[in-house]
């Protein structure tokens, strides 16, 4: 199975702060890697496929990049409404791993 | 809009069984994969198990193969996780979540609300 690691596991940022999270994959995944936001009690939300492919109605202060094993999504300017935990997921092969979370807090 | 309702969570003992459904809605049910997500009380995101638009083809994370067995009524637009042998570790919300349209190796693109299970005598 495909590990995935992210870093680091929590932060603390500002308002207006860019923040960058990052995923590693324990080997090639070309682009087949998503980020998800989730709020404490509530369901995931998804952001970014395709590694760098903004879902529907995503706000463009998030993006995401990298290709292979090595993958960021950056918060261009942090709002009161981004304070979550952010999880990368490979969908190269079965089975579907998540990374273990990047919790962002505020400073 | 899309709309993924699960249903069926609820107590259990240890060893015993659970159906989960999912009911879909919005969009061509039979275009999509699925899959199964859950989340342990404090902890991260589990991918569970996933199927293939058709329902031909299902897939199985290591910690609930043979105990877990995903399927899918396209005539109903309901998607469902069989649960047996549960233990206290299987403990968990259960998200439904929608593939993008395609294959069965798409990214997810909606989630349900998800439905709790607690596995406790």
Request: proline share 6%; net charge positive; hydrophobic share 30%.
């Given at each position: 199975d495909i590990q995935m690691t992210q870093s680091p596991s929590s932060l603390s940022a500002s308002v207006?702060?860019?923040?960058?999270?990052?995923?590693?994959?324990?080997?090639?995944?070309?682009?087949?890697?998503?980020?998800?936001?989730?709020?404490?009690?509530?369901?995931?939300?998804?952001?970014?496929?395709?590694?760098?492919?903004?879902?529907?109605?995503?706000?463009?202060?998030?993006?995401?990049s990298g290709s292979g094993?090595?993958?960021?999504?950056?918060?261009?300017?942090?709002?009161?409404?981004?304070?979550a935990t952010y999880y990368c997921q490979q969908y190269y092969s079965y089975p579907?791993?998540?990374?273990?979370?990047?919790k962002v807090g505020i400073k | 809009e899309v709309q993924l309702v699960e249903s069926g969570g609820g107590l259990v003992q240890p060893g015993g069984s659970l159906r989960l459904s999912c009911a879909a809605s919005e969009f061509t049910f039979s275009s999509h994969a699925m899959s199964w997500v859950r989340q342990a009380p404090g902890k991260g995101l589990e991918w569970v198990s996933g199927i293939s638009g058709s329902g031909?083809?299902?897939?199985?994370?290591?910690?609930?193969?043979?105990?877990?067995?995903i399927s899918r009524d396209n005539s109903k637009n309901t998607l469902?996780?069989?649960?047996?042998s549960l233990r206290a570790e299987d403990t968990a919300v259960y998200y439904c979540a929608r593939l993008h349209r395609g294959g069965d190796w798409n990214s997810i693109d909606y989630w349900g609300q998800g439905t709790l299970v607690t596995v406790s005598s």
């Open positions: 207006g702060d860019r923040v960058t999270i990052t995923c590693r994959a324990s080997q090639g995944i070309s682009n087949y890697l998503a980020w998800f936001q989730q709020k404490p009690g509530k369901a995931p939300k998804s952001l970014i496929y395709a590694a760098s492919s903004l879902q529907s109605g995503v706000p463009s202060k998030f993006s995401g094993t090595d993958f960021t999504l950056t918060i261009s300017s942090l709002q009161p409404e981004d304070f579907f791993t998540f990374g273990p979370g990047t | 031909s083809s299902t897939y199985y994370a290591d910690s609930v193969k043979g105990r877990i067995t469902y996780l069989q649960m047996n």
